[in-house]
């Protein structure tokens, strides 16, 4: 329920003064409407991104494992192992933000481990399969990286969206209709005195009257 500030005094003054704050929090309002909207529009892209994301990354790691099974069941448990300890290390990946409606939001370069990085050995030892493998376990890699960006940017979001609701809302259901209800009420006010006065000089105005004809 709106409020009359306290503290305020019925003057015109006062009611052109929150006439101009009424119109800035109006102004802010609608800023952060706009605001939340683009907001939220950025998160539920987000949002599809991942789930698309990670049934790509669910499905490929599927077929990594069917791969490296096969793989396994042609050279060996302990030659894959060898394989494996004998993998080069990843290239570094690259961090980067940029903002949308002044929120920061993580964009990770994967460009660095696009390219599966497959160990030297034997072909004549080994099997397509493990190659297959490696292939899609990279590719797996590409989109967990992915998904951790996304996974960043939805939690920042939410948080930017939160906040931004919060200010919105007390804008508009508390600041704005306390400032509409304090300015009614000085309206009414001033319009009592007017009247006030209005009937007082009426009444001197008949009291002059009556007081030139008595005399």
Same mark, same amino acid.
């Given at each position: 329920m709106a409020k009359i500030i306290e503290g305020i005094k019925p003057t015109r003054m006062e009611l052109i003064?929150?006439?101009?704050r009424r119109g800035i929090a109006q102004k802010g309002?609608?800023?952060?409407s706009d605001k939340r909207d683009v907001?939220?529009?950025?998160?539920f892209e987000r949002i599809k991104n991942r789930e698309a994301l990670r049934d790509s990354m669910l499905l490929t790691l599927e077929k990594a494992y069917e791969s490296l099974i096969e793989a396994e069941m042609v050279?060996?448990?302990d030659r894959i192992r060898d394989i494996g300890e004998g993998m080069p290390r990843i290239g570094e990946i690259a961090?980067? #933000?940029?903002?949308?409606?002044?929120? %920061?939001?993580?964009?990770?370069?994967?460009g660095s481990i696009e390219k599966p990085q497959l160990p030297n050995y034997n072909f004549t030892k080994t099997n397509s399969k493990l190659d297959d493998a490696l292939v899609n376990v990279n590719k797996a890699l590409v989109a967990i990286v992915k998904l951790a960006e996304i996974e960043g940017s939805v939690q920042r979001l939410a948080i930017e969206i939160?906040?931004?609701?919060?200010?919105a809302n007390m804008l508009e259901y508390v600041v704005i209709p306390n400032l #509409?209800?304090?300015i009614k009420w000085? %309206?009414?006010?001033?319009e009592e005195r007017e009247r006030e006065d209005f009937l007082r000089r009426k009444r001197i105005k008949a009291l002059l009257e009556r007081r030139r004809e008595e005399s």
């Open positions: 003064a929150l006439k101009r309002d609608k800023i952060l907001l939220v529009s950025a998160f050279i060996g448990e961090v980067s #933000e940029s903002a949308i409606m002044g929120v %920061e939001i993580p964009n990770i370069d994967t939160e906040r931004t609701r919060r200010r #509409e209800a304090t000085i %309206e009414f006010q001033l």
